[in-house]
């Protein structure tokens, strides 16, 4: 199906690939059964639920039984951020930034007594390792970073992290959901205690995640009324929509080489051509490893939550930052923490591609794009009033 407009807005979701849609409704149709009743129909729910966790382990580096299905990577991140801690109250260490799930559940914490400590990160938005050492770490009870930033793409190192978490005791999350499905990742490697996935951003359904827990750890869970996910996680795991997450992680894993090459191909050529059109633009964090798809660019003059509404209007999909923040007044936390300028961060857009966009939507896209911004700037009153 062609859409009439361009969705440059990949990081908020992306559209489930054709065989993920079929997937999904066969599921639907064949394996209908209650994966926990002792029955045919039972089993037959239950073989495809742990296929697909053996799927989903072997490609993320894990074992089979350390991988937790849920809702999706908010329910991941809270899972970890409240099923940690014990004990007296203590510290948690974060990145800062993180995306709303895992901050709001940090600040959650912090109302119930617990301090909150944000690495200090440079103006790539890299926690600085030497810094990162001389935290409060004799008091912190876990640490919680993002393995892959929503809104700049960043990819942060974690093994100094990961190194004082080990020599501290500390468990360490890694919200992962911007990273599953672009890029590898294993979670054996990345020496993590805890890791969020979610399927609809990387082409599966809406609605399922997971969570990596690494064998042997306690996490006191969020839901209770049933001993399903080892009793970590209770309710009837939705067998379609996992099965529908296996593939399209199956999917990425075999042809990952192509799809990251034809990413960075969209991203570059979208970077390039809007800063020949718009020299005065600046690419945030331009200077580091970043997701292959994603391009934080500031158009200084410009109004971003004008720019955002004009490019709506005018069929190209973008974004200020996190979907989830959507609709806050407040500027870009990551962006402030990276020493941004004011006329930096408030005309910052976020544009995500997908595999399934064009090289000719992205010209299309650059001309758009320059063209509004050209106009923002001269003429800051021809902005349009939100449609919403």
């Not at 064949?30 to 009743?37: A, F, I, L, Q, V």
């Not at 799927?55 to 809270?78: H, K």
């Not at 296996?246 to 192509?258: F, K, V, Y």
């Not at 410009?302 to 806050?328: F, M, N, Q, R, Y």
């Amino acid at each position: 199906m062609k859409m009439d407009v361009i969705d440059l807005d990949a990081n908020a979701t992306t559209r489930p690939l054709p065989e993920v849609v079929e997937c999904v409704a066969r599921h639907l149709r064949e394996s209908y059964g209650n994966p926990g009743s002792r029955h045919a129909l039972g089993r037959r729910a239950r073989q495809v639920l742990e296929t697909s966790r053996d799927t989903i382990a072997a490609i993320l580096g894990a074992e089979p039984d350390e991988v937790l299905f849920t809702s999706g990577g908010t329910e991941a991140n809270n899972l970890a951020i409240f099923g940690f801690p014990r004990g007296n109250r203590g510290t948690i260490a974060l990145s800062p930034g993180t995306h709303p799930s895992l901050n709001e559940a940090c600040v959650a914490m912090q109302q119930r007594g617990w301090n909150l400590h944000r690495f200090p990160v440079d103006r790539n938005g890299l926690i600085n390792p030497d810094v990162s050492a001389t935290a409060p770490w004799s008091d912190i009870k876990l640490a919680a970073i993002l393995l892959a930033h929503n809104e700049t793409g960043v990819i942060q190192d974690v093994s100094a992290i990961s190194d004082l978490c080990r020599n501290h005791g500390v468990p360490l999350h890694l919200d992962s959901v911007q990273a599953v499905g672009k890029i590898p990742v294993d979670f054996r490697t990345l020496g993590a205690t805890s890791l969020s996935f979610g399927a609809h951003k990387f082409h599966g359904p809406r609605g399922v995640g997971g969570l990596l827990l690494r064998q042997g750890t306690k996490l006191t869970p969020e839901l209770v009324g049933g001993h399903q996910e080892q009793g970590r996680r209770a309710g009837t795991e939705p067998v379609a929509l996992i099965a529908g997450m296996a593939i399209a992680l199956e999917l990425w894993h075999r042809d990952h080489i192509t799809r990251t090459a034809t990413l960075a191909t969209l991203r570059d050529r979208l970077e390039a051509r809007l800063l020949e059109a718009c020299p005065f633009a600046v690419v945030n964090a331009a200077e580091v490893a970043r997701l292959p798809n994603t391009l934080n660019i500031a158009f200084p003059g410009v109004d971003g939550e004008a720019l955002l509404i004009a490019l709506d209007l005018a069929g190209v999909c973008a974004s200020l930052g996190s979907a989830c923040a959507s609709g806050s007044t407040e500027p870009s936390p990551i962006l402030v923490a990276m020493g941004c300028e004011p006329a930096v961060y408030r005309s910052s857009l976020r544009l995500t591609a997908s595999v399934m966009n064009t090289l000719d939507e992205i010209d299309h896209a650059v001309e758009v794009i320059a063209t509004t911004v050209k106009r923002l700037r001269v003429n800051p009153r021809s902005a349009p009033s939100s449609p919403l």
